[in-house]
């Protein structure tokens, strides 16, 4: 009798209870609602950066390539030469008369007299650089063969200074140059004469140089 008294104690201390169990039910469904709603989610946001991330055409590079393909086509225009072209007549083709010595010419240069008897020049270059005096005699006719007489003589003290060099014919002149040792002359102004002679013909040229 005492088992039986217990047996029913214990089986009146734990009654079922059916509101525990639907409340387990409902729980599993809204957390199973709530995962499919998080998981349509996550693919809606997954799609949308996948449409933000597709590149687009760009309309710009393909005008860009359009242009650049009309370009290459194009031809290219020749650049247009800026050089005249200058005929060469057969007076310029001529060969040059021998290049005088270019310098400072002293004044009394431009007074140089001239006693002709066939042949006329004049002295274009007369100067001295401290260790040589250079003499340069332009004539005007062309001459092949003949002598130019030089002579120095200094006004003041007398002192005389010779010297002859040959005629060199040129294209349509002659010349005649010298090149004296400053060592072999005093220091002062000397008067200078050149005597030309070719062909029976004469001419003198007078000037002065400074040493």
Known sequence: ??????????TESHPERP???RRS???VIAVVVLLLIAGAAAFGFAMLNRNKNTPQPDNNNEATTATADTEKKAPAEEPKSTEKTEEV????????????????TPASMENNSVESNGLTGVINYAESDGETVS??????QYLNGGTCYLE???????DT??????????????????????????????DIEVTLSS?????????????
């Open 1 to 10: 009798m005492e088992n039986s008294a217990k047996s029913a104690e214990v």
């Open 25 to 27: 039910y409902r729980l």
């Open 152 to 158: 120095l003589k200094s006004p003041t003290t007398g």
């Open 161 to 190: 200074f010779s010297l002859t060099d040959e005629i060199t014919p040129a294209v349509s002149t002659s010349t005649c140059s010298y090149d004296i040792a400053t060592k072999l002359l005093i220091n002062g102004k000397y």
């Open 199 to 211: 062909d029976g013909k004469e001419g003198i040229i007078k000037g002065e140089v400074n040493v």
């Open 135 to 140: 003499i340069r005699v332009s004539i005007d």
């Open 19 to 21: 509101g525990i169990r």
């Open 89 to 104: 007549s057969p007076e310029k083709s001529t060969p040059k008369e021998p290049e005088i010595i270019e310098g400072k």
